[in-house]
Structures are given as structure tokens and as C-alpha cells.
């Protein structure tokens, strides 16, 4: 199966700084990465996805990167708020499978 | 609300009762996961079904548990026998999927979270 390695498990940042958090991947067959923001108490809720055919997808403030070669891809948080302050998940996707493998977490604290 | 619901929110049982819990996904969704999630991990993927055929099922899934989806609608996890390593967050998701499409976002639920004395 697919196994997703997750970094930094936590990051801490200013209000308005930028946040990275990084995913590498082991299965070349992957074609679906998702990120998911998860609040406490709550499931995870989808923020961006990005497929194997596109390097880059941005949307407001977050951006996501994908470089197939290297299997890694990153998620780009700008102007961070206190309010981005929550648990990020990536995940990956076979394009053989269904589920989803996800990796385990960035605890991500936005100081005001 | 639309979005996928689950019930109960939080379930404490004794070891060795069993336990079952619910989930309704979004109403047009033909796909629906079930994931466990301890403390610090990810999800992990359990099994899925598509209407009411459950189409794969994870080493994770011991025989003490059985999904069911009889209808293609809403869709109940049940634990046998728990033990203290079954505590842990149970989510749901449902996605809609469609031959020939790579779409399939899935959308989650809020959990129902176990706790086994």
C-alpha cells in the first residue's frame, strides 16, 4: 500500500507569516493528494486537493505543490490568522484504489 | 445542515459489550467510508461501500467488526466484544462517484468517539 510521511508535526507562526507543512509519498501510482484541516472535536473538512496532472493549484490564501518526480507535494498557507490555527492532514490516493492514505498530522498554532 | 452526520457523537462502554453507531451520508452520495482515527494519527481507512455493496475491507477490520449499508443510504458500524485498543475517533465520509471521473472529494463527518473501560 501507500505509505505518507507528514512534516513538521507541529509549526508555530506569527499572525500574517506563512506556514508550509510537506508530504512525501511512496507509491508513484498515486494520482489524488488532498489536504484536510481538522478542528478540535470536529472531522476533517477539505481545504484544496491537487491531481497528478497539475504541479500547482492555488486558491485565496492556500496553495498546493506537487512534484511527481520527487514524490512530494506541500501545502502554502499565506497571511496565516489566528483562525488557521487547527490540525492539517495530507493524503494521497492510488489511482488503483478508493481510499485514502493520510499522513499523521501538523499541529499547526497561529500566535496573534 | 447537509453534510454527513453521525450518531452517537461519543459512545463509553464497558470491555466486552457491544457497540453500534450510524452515519448518514450527504443525500446524493453514492460512496461511503468508514476511518478510524487515534489520538495524534490520521484516519485509517476501514472499509467502503458503494450503495449498499461494500465493495473493500481493511486488514483493520478484524471479525469483532461488521458494516452494513442495507439500503444504500445510511450506514451502521458495529463493534462485537470491544477492547481498550477499539477506543479511538470513528468517522464517516461519502463522496459521489461517477464511471470515467476522477472526482471523488469526500466529505466527513464528525466522528463518533469511543471510548472502551
Known amino acids: 500500500g501507500e505509505n505518507v510521511e507528514q512534516h513538521p508535526s507541529t509549526l508555530s507562526v506569527q499572525e500574517g507569516d506563512s506556514a508550509v507543512i510537506k508530504c512525501t509519498y511512496s507509491d508513484s501510482a498515486s494520482n489524488y493528494f488532498p489536504w484536510y484541516k481538522q478542528e478540535l472535536g470536529k472531522g476533517p473538512q477539505l481545504i484544496i486537493d491537487?491531481?497528478?496532472?497539475?504541479g500547482e493549484k492555488k486558491d485565496q490564501r492556500i496553495a498546493v505543490t506537487l512534484n511527481k518526480t520527487a514524490k512530494h507535494f506541500s501545502l502554502h498557507i499565506t497571511e496565516t490568522q489566528p483562525e488557521d490555527s487547527a490540525v492539517y492532514f495530507c493524503?494521497?490516493?492510488?489511482?488503483?484504489?478508493?481510499?485514502?492514505?493520510f499522513g499523521t498530522g501538523t499541529s499547526l498554532t497561529v500566535i496573534p | 445542515d447537509t453534510g454527513v452526520s453521525q450518531d452517537p457523537r461519543h459512545k463509553i462502554t464497558k470491555r466486552g459489550q457491544n457497540v453500534t453507531f450510524r452515519c448518514d451520508p450527504i443525500?446524493?452520495?453514492?460512496?461511503l467510508y468508514w476511518y478510524r482515527q487515534t489520538l495524534g494519527q490520521g484516519p485509517e481507512f476501514l472499509t467502503y461501500f458503494q450503495n449498499e455493496a461494500q465493495l473493500e475491507k481493511s486488514r483493520l477490520l478484524s471479525d469483532r467488526f461488521s458494516a452494513e449499508r442495507p439500503k444504500g443510504s445510511f450506514s451502521t458500524l458495529e463493534i462485537q466484544r470491544t477492547e481498550q485498543g477499539d477506543s479511538a475517533m470513528y468517522l464517516c465520509?461519502?463522496?459521489?462517484?461517477?464511471?470515467?471521473?476522477?472526482?471523488?472529494?469526500?466529505?466527513f463527518g464528525p466522528g463518533t468517539r469511543l471510548t472502551v473501560l
Open positions: 443525500s446524493e452520495h453514492n460512496r
Open positions: 493524503a494521497a490516493r492510488l489511482n488503483t484504489g478508493n481510499q485514502f492514505y
Open positions: 465520509a461519502s463522496s459521489l462517484w461517477r464511471w470515467r471521473s476522477s472526482y471523488n472529494e469526500q466529505f
Open positions: 491537487i491531481r497528478s496532472n497539475v
